[in-house]
C-alpha cells in the first residue's frame, strides 16, 4: 500500500517522513531507477498523486513541482530545469496548452505531454501540431512512461542534433578561415616573389643580347636556361596570382546577360581567334546571378583552352545554355585533340598539365581557375570528352530568384 503525499501548489513533492514507503508497488532504489525532474501544471492532488506513482512504478525516481496558474508556470520554469512537463488541458484560470506558447516564445527545449481526463481526437492532433510530444488519458496511464522515455529519447536526439550542427558551424569557420589564410599567403607569396623574378629575368636577357657569341656554345646554351627559366616562372608565378585572386576581386552579384559576357571574352581573346581562324558560336544564353568579372575568366579560359587545343581542322566552337530544374546547365563544345576518360578530373587541378610546354604553352591554371569560379557560384564543372574526337565542357549555375526564367 502507497502512503499519501503530501500535495503542496508550487513546491516540490516529496513521500511523507522524507523516504520511499515500504511494499511491493514501489520498485527498487535510486541506485536502479532514472532521476526525472518534472513539472506538473495540475490543479488535481489525486492526478498529480497518480501520475507521479505511475512514474516512480516504472522505475523513475521523480522529483515534481506542480503549479496551476501562468505566474507560477513562469516563475518555476525560469529558475528550474526540467526534464518533462505534464500538463492537463482545462484548468480553472488557465489553459494548459498555453504552455507551449510560453516555451515556444522563450526558445526553451522541454517535452510537453497531455495529460487529461478527456481529449477529442482534433483537439489532440492540434496539440501536437502546435509541439506537444504527446497525449496521454488520465484513465490510461499505463502510457505515461512510454510517453515520456520517447519524448526525452526526442528531446537527446534535438540536444546532439544540435551540437552536431554547432560543431559542424564551427568546422566550416575555421575551414573557412584557413582558405582565406591560404589565399592571402598565396597572393603575397606570388606578389612579392614577382620584383626579384623580374630582376633574374632582365639581367639573364641582358647576358643573352650582351655577350651571346662572345663566351663558348655551353655558356650560350646555360644564358637561354637561365632567360628562359626565369621566363616561365614569371608566367607561373603570375597564374597562382590570378588563382589567388578568384573569391577576392569582390563578391557583389548581378544578374548579368551572359551574352555579353562571351562577347567581351571574344574580344580579348580575337588574336587567337584570328590566328587560328576559329568559329565560335553562340545565341540565347541566359541572364545569371553571378560575379561578372569572374564569369568573364571562366568563359575566357574554356574557350581559350578549345583554340589551344585544336587539331588539325579548324577550331569550331559553340558555346549553349538549357536550364533543367532549378539550374542552368551550360555546355562549351569543340573539336579539338580531346582528352582521355581517366584524365577528366586530373585536368582541373591546379598546374596539372597532360603536354608538355613545348607542344602546348601555359602552366594548366586556367581550367583550375575555372573550377573555382563555377563552384564559388554554387555549381560544379566536368568535361565529356574522347580522344581524338573533341570536348564538351559542361558547369552548372543555380537558378536565382533575382533572375526568374528571363533568356537573352
Known amino acids: 500500500m502507497i502512503e499519501s503525499v503530501d500535495y503542496v501548489p508550487g513546491a516540490a513533492n516529496c513521500f511523507v517522513g522524507d523516504k520511499p514507503p515500504a511494499g511491493p508497488e514501489f520498485r527498487g532504489n535510486k541506485s536502479d531507477s532514472t532521476a526525472l525532474r518534472a513539472l506538473l501544471v495540475e490543479d488535481n492532488p489525486d492526478d498529480v498523486e497518480l501520475i507521479t506513482r505511475s512514474l516512480r512504478r516504472s522505475g523513475y525516481d521523480v522529483t515534481s513541482d506542480v503549479v496551476q496558474t501562468a505566474e507560477d508556470f513562469a516563475r518555476q520554469i525560469h529558475t528550474n530545469a526540467y526534464d518533462i512537463i505534464l500538463t492537463d ?193 553562340y545565341e540565347r544564353l541566359p541572364a545569371v546571378l553571378c560575379n561578372s568579372f569572374q564569369f568573364l575568366q571562366l568563359f575566357q579560359n574554356l574557350i581559350g583552352n578549345a583554340i589551344k587545343f585544336r587539331g588539325s581542322e579548324k577550331p569550331a566552337i559553340d558555346l549553349s545554355a538549357a536550364r533543367t530544374g532549378s539550374e542552368w546547365l551550360f555546355t562549351v563544345s569543340d573539336n579539338g585533340i580531346g582528352i582521355e576518360p581517366e584524365s577528366a578530373e586530373v585536368i582541373f587541378s591546379v598546374f596539372k598539365r597532360l603536354h608538355t610546354s613545348s607542344e602546348y604553352p601555359g602552366n594548366g591554371i586556367g581550367l583550375a581557375i575555372s573550377k573555382k569560379v563555377v563552384e564559388q557560384h554554387g555549381g560544379k564543372i566536368w568535361v565529356e570528352s574522347t580522344r581524338g574526337r573533341g570536348s564538351n565542357f559542361k558547369f552548372t549555375l543555380p537558378v536565382s530568384a533575382e533572375e526568374g526564367t528571363q533568356t537573352q
Request: charged share 25%.
Open 89 to 281: 488541458y482545462n484548468l480553472p484560470k488557465w489553459n494548459g496548452m498555453a504552455v507551449l506558447d510560453v516555451l515556444s516564445q522563450d526558445s526553451l527545449d522541454v517535452p510537453v505531454i497531455l495529460v487529461s481526463g478527456s481529449l477529442g481526437e482534433v483537439t489532440a492532433v492540434e496539440c501536437i501540431k502546435r509541439g506537444a510530444s504527446d497525449y496521454v488519458l488520465k484513465d490510461n496511464l499505463s502510457r505515461l512512461t512510454a510517453s515520456v522515455r520517447r519524448a526525452l529519447q526526442e528531446r537527446q536526439m534535438r540536444m546532439d542534433r544540435k551540437v552536431d550542427q554547432e560543431r559542424l558551424a564551427r568546422t566550416v569557420e575555421e575551414l573557412a578561415r584557413s582558405n582565406r589564410d591560404l589565399e592571402q599567403f598565396a597572393y603575397i607569396a606570388s606578389h612579392d616573389l614577382q620584383e626579384p623574378l623580374r630582376m633574374v629575368a632582365a639581367y639573364t636577357q641582358l647576358l643573352a643580347e650582351r655577350y651571346r657569341g662572345s663566351l663558348d656554345e655551353t655558356a650560350d646554351k646555360y644564358i637561354d636556361y637561365a632567360s628562359n627559366g626565369a621566363l616561365r616562372m614569371q608566367t607561373l608565378i603570375r597564374d597562382l596570382l590570378a588563382f589567388s585572386r578568384v573569391g577576392r576581386t569582390g563578391s557583389a552579384l548581378k544578374v548579368v546577360d551572359c551574352n555579353a559576357i562571351v562577347g567581351q571574352a571574344l574580344k580579348n581573346l580575337q588574336s587567337a581567334i584570328r590566328e587560328s581562324e576559329a568559329v565560335v558560336s
